[in-house]
């Protein structure tokens, strides 16, 4: 039992073929038993290629296609055998059709020109079937001459079931309805389709005896460039049409041609070639238009990611003078710099010695040397502070020669403010600030191997009782009296001596420049002295301090240094006397 949907559209399409049926029956010259159109073909090939892939109703179908051909052909007087032969030579026509479409041309609609190529290849191979079919079948059961009637009947199935097939997909387009009616109010596309209407009924329909067929060429033309694939299907059709009934009562150009076979021809090329112009042309145009479309979405997308990237980017362009100018930067590269640089040259937004590394980088990728860059450098912002940014750059596809690069900049002030961090954490003391014992080595190891130095002091120094401080008054009252010693020693000593804390109450001074004992007694005398105000603010007897010191030269151990300070200050300790000084061993 069919289902309701399905027994609508069995009518619909058994309706239609019969219709067709007797549309190509009337399609004939007087006097002639040749149609010159057969529309039944295409209507056959559209009515099995919408059946569903189920055996029931494809063998319905069939049953229903050969029996319409046999009736209507009887209806014509041909008898009961040829009748059938003829249904046959139909439902074959349509068979090979369908299959050959779903194998060939599975979309439901027309989106390129191969396609409908494709589809005239589909159309051809159909009517050579039932050409050759209809041959044989007129051959022996009416005389004709075989060869003929097979040119005629292919050119004549073929070219009709082109043109219907290719009209219904047009018309299958999606937002057809919409499309046209967008047309309509617009007066250039009106005027194209009267146009196009008028030069058809000029060349077919108008009594003129001039060869003018050609005219049906430029409205095809016109068609398919200006009015979509949808609208020039149904005119070009809508010509199909008046050149059949041109040929069938001799008006027009087509009253030139009085062989009948001939004009059968010329009807069927021109059908086909009015419909292959107009549509291949509209399906370019489309093609043209959906890709100028999906052009512009994808620069859209493009230009959305580029401003809402949040790593700085920008293309960079060289000028005449071998120079690199920045343009088009995002707002991330804007906010980042303070400023748009668009239009600015790349140096002035870069440190100088960051500048000229960067230029020659860069000029290695532009003439191919390398791929691609990255590098740390140093930006401005428009306020003049210095930015750290990661800088990778890369050549800009479609350019030639490296003219465009494309520079992506990430901001890296966080990593650096970081990086700085862990780097004060692992060179200072975290309670006093002051620089810890490896920052202490490096120093003067330096200062020991450089050939201009005139020698150095290394003063070691240690509280006296301060465990004391710790006992009455609390830990916060120690790291409170330790924080005052490291702020004396920070603020008071010359600019180019070192105060460091080794730990504990231990602290250490390097004072580069002394060559004499004598002055390095006396640095000792004026440390103390700066230390005592502070060791007696804290209210604990006995809080003082033990100074042992060492004079270094060029070429001593740095922690032999230390360690006699160390020694000097715990002599120092045990005479319970005034600072001792001991010379280095």
């Not at 070639?273 to 370019?284: E, F, M, Q, Y």
């Not at 050549?395 to 403010?417: C, F, I, M, N, P």
């Not at 008054?473 to 004396?488: F, I």
């Not at 070192?498 to 004072?511: T, W």
Request: aromatic share 6%; proline share 4%; charged share 15%.
């Amino acid at each position: 039992m069919m289902e309701r949907r399905v027994l609508l559209r069995f009518v619909g399409f058994a309706v239609l073929f019969v219709f067709a049926l007797y549309v190509g029956l009337a399609a004939r010259p007087s006097g002639d038993q040749v149609a010159l159109v057969w529309p039944a073909a295409g209507v056959a090939v559209w009515w099995l290629w919408n059946t569903r892939n189920q055996r029931a109703e494809w063998i319905t179908c069939g049953v229903a296609l050969f029996t319409l051909s046999g009736l209507v052909n009887l209806d014509t007087g041909a008898p009961v055998l040829v009748a059938a032969l003829f249904g046959g030579v139909n439902l074959a026509h349509a068979a090979v059709g369908v299959v050959a479409l779903r194998r060939w041309l599975p979309a439901s609609t027309l989106q390129t020109p191969a396609q409908l190529l494709r589809l005239l290849g589909v159309s051809i191979l159909a009517g050579s079937v039932s050409a050759v079919l209809t041959a044989v079948v007129s051959g022996w059961f009416a005389g004709a001459d075989m060869l003929p009637t097979a040119g005629l009947v292919l050119v004549r199935n073929s070219g009709t079931m082109f043109v219907v097939l290719a009209t219904v997909l047009a018309l299958r387009a999606p937002h057809v309805w919409s499309d046209v009616a967008d047309g309509l109010r617009k007066p250039a596309w009106v005027a194209t389709v009267l146009a196009c209407v008028g030069l058809y009924l000029f060349v077919f329909v108008a009594p003129l005896q001039y060869p003018t067929l050609f005219v049906s060429v430029a409205a095809a033309v016109l068609a398919g460039l200006r009015l979509g694939v949808p609208t020039a299907a149904v005119v070009t059709s809508f010509s199909s049409v008046l050149a059949v009934e041109s040929a069938v009562h001799g008006l027009g150009a087509m009253s030139l041609v009085e062989d009948p076979q001939a004009r059968a021809v010329l009807v069927q090329a021109l059908i086909v070639l009015t419909v292959v112009v107009a549509l291949t042309l509209a399906l370019l145009v489309r093609g043209r238009d959906l890709a100028g479309a999906a052009l512009a979405r994808q620069s859209r997308d493009l230009q959305d990611i580029h401003d809402s990237a949040l790593v700085g980017k920008a293309v960079v362009r060289r000028g005449d003078d071998g120079g690199w100018t920045l343009d088009a930067a995002n707002p991330a590269l804007v906010q980042l710099l303070g400023q748009d640089p668009s239009g600015h040259r790349w140096r002035e937004v870069l440190l100088r010695e960051d500048s000229i590394r960067v230029r020659d980088l860069v000029d290695e990728l532009a003439i191919g040397a390398r791929d691609s860059v990255s590098v740390e450098v140093r930006h401005l912002h428009s306020d003049g502070r210095q930015i750290w940014t990661q800088l990778h750059v890369s050549r800009l596809r479609g350019t030639q020669h490296g003219a465009s690069l494309v520079a992506q900049v990430a901001d890296l002030s966080e990593r650096k403010a970081v990086e700085d961090k862990l780097a004060r954490l692992a060179l200072h003391d975290p309670l006093t600030g002051l620089p810890n014992r490896t920052q202490l080595q490096s120093w003067l190891a330096t200062l020991l191997n450089d050939p201009r130095s005139r020698g150095v002091g290394v003063l070691f120094l240690d509280l006296d009782n301060f465990k004391a401080v710790n006992d009455r008054l609390g830990h916060d009252a120690g790291d409170h009296v330790l924080q005052q010693v490291a702020r004396v020693l920070r603020t008071d000593l010359r600019p180019t001596d070192l105060a460091c804390r080794l730990g504990g109450d231990e602290f250490v001074v390097c004072c580069p420049g002394i060559s004499t004992l004598a002055e390095l007694d006396a640095v000792v005398t004026r440390l103390a002295d700066m230390l005592a105000p502070v060791l007696a603010a804290a209210g604990v007897p006995g809080l003082g301090v033990s100074i042992g010191s060492t004079l270094g030269n060029i070429g001593d151990d740095a922690e032999e240094l230390l360690r006699c300070s160390d020694r000097a200050m715990y002599a120092l300790k045990r005479s319970s006397g005034r600072p001792a000084i001991a010379a280095t061993p």
